[in-house]
T-cell receptor, first 118, second 109 residues
């Protein structure tokens, strides 16, 4: 599946580093999402963008900073992370209905970035 | 807050046995989706249920949405090694998508 791509696939960074995760979708969708997946926890929705506008920010620490320059690209900028931020970061996209605040349609996930903070 | 409880957390089955996972919501859902995540992979959309009492089948998989639109189940008949992974439900309620914690299907050797 190449509908949603993410780079890098693996990232090891120190707590003082700054790095960025990239996501690109080729499905023509208008909604994009960042999720955090930690072991033994439900998927945690971090950010939602619809038509390039951020519509959800689920109390995510400011050390995570999203950017959505257009409907096809999504970035997650990381700085001064903590070891507990180590997780799989998943990007997803879905169709979006302007009449609905959040798309209830299916989400298509990228392969994820496995992040380790040392 | 709104929650979707998914049980069991793990299920060990012999190959050929059936498998079922259940999701229960604290609120009425507008729809529910099911996803499968293979070990080392990412969630992949399986199906969406919208109507009260809806039942859909995909080969050996049967998906049900309860009459009250608060619960759902996924049943796999005669499991195969290719079914291994974690199955997630995700319910839409009040314009939010709420994820269950997943049920991990493990095939006993």
């Amino acid at each position: 599946e190449t509908g949603v791509t993410q780079t890098p696939r693996h990232l090891v960074m120190g707590m003082t580093n700054k790095k960025s995760l990239k996501c690109e979708q080729h499905l023509g969708h208008n909604a994009m999402y960042w999720y955090k997946q930690s072991a033994k926890k439900p998927l945690e929705l971090m950010f939602v963008y619809n038509f390039k506008e951020q519509t959800e920010n689920n109390s995510v620490p400011s050390r995570f900073s999203p950017e959505c320059p257009n409907s096809s690209h999504l970035f997650l900028h990381l700085h001064t992370l903590q070891p507990e931020d180590s997780a799989l970061y998943l990007c997803a996209s879905s169709p979006y209905d302007r009449g609905v605040r959040l798309a209830g349609g299916e989400q298509y996930f990228g392969p994820g970035t496995r992040l380790t903070v040392t | 807050g709104q929650q979707v409880m998914q049980i069991p957390q793990y299920q060990h089955v012999q190959e050929g046995e059936d498998f079922t996972t259940y999701c229960n919501s604290s609120t009425t859902l507008s729809n529910i989706q099911w996803y499968k995540q293979r070990p080392g992979g990412h969630p992949v959309f399986l199906i969406q249920l919208v109507k009260s009492g809806e039942v859909k089948k995909q080969k050996r998989l049967t998906f049900q949405f309860g009459e009250a639109k608060k619960n759902s189940s996924l049943h796999i008949t005669a499991t195969q090694t290719t079914d291994v992974g974690t199955y997630f439900c995700a319910g839409s309620s009040n314009y939010q998508l709420i994820w269950g914690a997943g049920t991990k299907l493990i095939i006993k050797p």
